[in-house]
């Protein structure tokens, strides 16, 4: 175990493939290490591709302990014994006893296929795509004891296909994940976000790819308007806002280079939220329009 390493384990009952990208990108890089990954699942894909790496790996399995929390304590005692700092919930499909929550709060995240808090819970892709939306996307958030309703960290907006195919919606989602659930790894590690400092990485992490522009200073300037925080806009998830608003920007940017106008960039900020707000289709939440426009 190496002096200082900020030793991460991860949780995971499937194929693992958003355990192999933190393997791939951030174990053993800036000083992450992945110190163990555990699984719900004998003979989980995850577990072996701990054991390839190296890593310590362990199944604890529903039906092997008298209950859900006597199995969470087993789990939560061999994590602390490999002194880890952070909790990833990567793919992993049970409830966490609220022992467990306790005794890591603020120090486990998960990985979400959907820009919450729309769309919690089990199949949030086909969720999406029942509701007719052309916009979803990939949350990462802290683990409180709800179902997927701790704040969250970082989010990314991705657009549902015009063919409207699942398996393809599925490849884009995954590989967003494989991402941002990273990145938030790195922003953790760094200690520039913690649970008490979400709100800075609004500014800063959340971005529009390819645009260049800082569009956390868009949202957080509509939020000073309304004399708000940025976490106080509105019910809706202020993250979920900012997504939308970049991919606005992004479709907005390709939209007026075609036309040869002006940039985005000379776009009051009105004009862009205001485009985000049609590319739903379903109305937004009740409270947020009150919420952000006053
Ligand atoms: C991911 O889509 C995650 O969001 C969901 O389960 C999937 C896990 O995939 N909760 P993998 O096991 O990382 O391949």
Redesign the pocket.
């Known amino acids: 175990m190496s002096a200082q390493a900020f030793r991460v384990a991860v949780l ?8 192999q990208a933190i393997l791939d990108t951030v174990h053993g890089q800036d000083g992450i290490e992945v110190g163990a990954v555990a699984s719900d699942k004998p003979g989980a894909m ?1 577990l072996d591709r701990a054991t390839d790496a190296g890593i310590a790996a362990e199944c604890f399995p529903r039906d092997g302990f008298d209950s859900r929390e006597e199995r969470d304590g087993a789990m939560s005692e061999w994590l602390a014994e490999k002194e880890i700092h952070l909790v990833v919930l ?2 992993y ?1 049970q409830l966490l006893s609220p022992s467990f929550i306790e005794r890591w709060r603020d120090r486990i995240v998960n ?3 959907a820009l919450l808090p729309s769309f919690p819970g089990l199949d949030a892709i086909g969720q999406a795509l029942d509701a007719g939306m052309e916009v979803t996307g990939v949350t990462v958030h802290f683990v409180d004891e709800g179902v997927d309703t701790g704040a969250p960290i970082l989010q990314r907006p991705v657009p549902v296909p015009a063919s409207r195919d699942r398996d393809e919606l599925e490849d884009a ?2 590989a967003t ?1 494989h991402i941002l659930l990273p990145e938030a790894i790195r922003l953790l590690a760094s200690g520039r976000v913690s649970a008490e400092r979400v709100d800075d990485a609004l500014a800063s992490k959340v971005d529009v790819e390819g645009t260049g522009v800082p569009f956390g200073e868009l949202t957080a300037e509509a939020a000073r308007a309304q004399g708000q925080r940025l976490t106080d806009v509105g019910t809706w998830g202020p993250l979920q806002r900012v997504a939308k608003v970049a991919h606005a920007w992004k479709l907005l940017a390709a939209q007026l280079e075609k036309e040869g106008r002006a940039t985005v960039r000379d776009l009051p900020a009105a004009d862009v939220i205001e485009h985000a707000e049609r590319l739903w289709v379903l109305p937004p939440p009740e409270g947020l329009i009150e919420g952000v426009r006053g």
């Not at 995971?12 to 355990?19: K, Q, R, Y």
């Open positions: 995971a009952s499937g194929t693992g493939t958003n355990l995850a990567a793919g499909m990985v979400h296929p989602v995954h994940e």
